[in-house]
């Protein structure tokens, strides 16, 4: 049976340090997994110190996407049968909800709404940046359009489970609820 292709879409926050576990997650679970970055997440994994971006490269078996490509060139990877974009940052969060498309990962969002594909997003931004208007309206507005936004109740979620915004600079990595994001994707 050929696998079915899922867009792991990841944005400049901490959890972007540590992708190899939802890419591990979700080969385990049958999907053949594409990893597309916002540019600055982009800068994060090339970072000399401390990125991983061959590591991450050698996981998926696919080039790591984080530009839009150029009219002649090809396309380097399957279509997408599902999204997840982890994390989610506020930044990304209120331009995806507008509609901006300046870069590629936006624009594999935006289309994705229009293109009816199964999409979950798990956010990370601390209660500060949370508190922003835009920011609960953006989540509203992507919900209505029928995306999974993973967000703890008591932070704008809508009764289920979900990442819960912390204290600015009090981050937890081994708290990010990738679990989560995996288990509300449908199946491979
Ligand atoms: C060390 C560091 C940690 C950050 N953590 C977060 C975060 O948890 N959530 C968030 O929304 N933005 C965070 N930011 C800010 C984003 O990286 C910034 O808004 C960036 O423009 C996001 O771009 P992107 O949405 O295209 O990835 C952080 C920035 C730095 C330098």
Known sequence: ???????????????????????????RAGWEVCL????DAYRWAAEDAEGNLAELQALTG????HSYKLPSEPDLLPEPDALLVAPL?????????SGISDTLALGLLTEGIGRGLPIVALPHWNNAQ????????????????????LLADEHGGDGGDGFAPHEPRRGNLDA??????????PDA
């Open 130 to 149: 949370g508190r922003h208007p835009a920011v609960r309206r953006s989540v509203a507005e992507l919900r209505a359009a029928g995306v999974t936004v």
């Open 62 to 65: 696919h080039p790591v996407r």
């Open 89 to 97: 940052t506020s930044n990304s969060l209120n331009k995806w909800a």
């Open 1 to 27: 049976m050929t696998s079915r292709t899922l867009y792991l879409i990841a944005c400049a926050a901490p959890p972007a340090r540590r992708l190899t576990i939802p890419i591990r997650a979700a080969q």
């Open 176 to 185: 990010y609820p990738w679990e989560l994001a995996l288990a509300a994707l």
């Open 36 to 39: 597309l970055l916002t540019p």
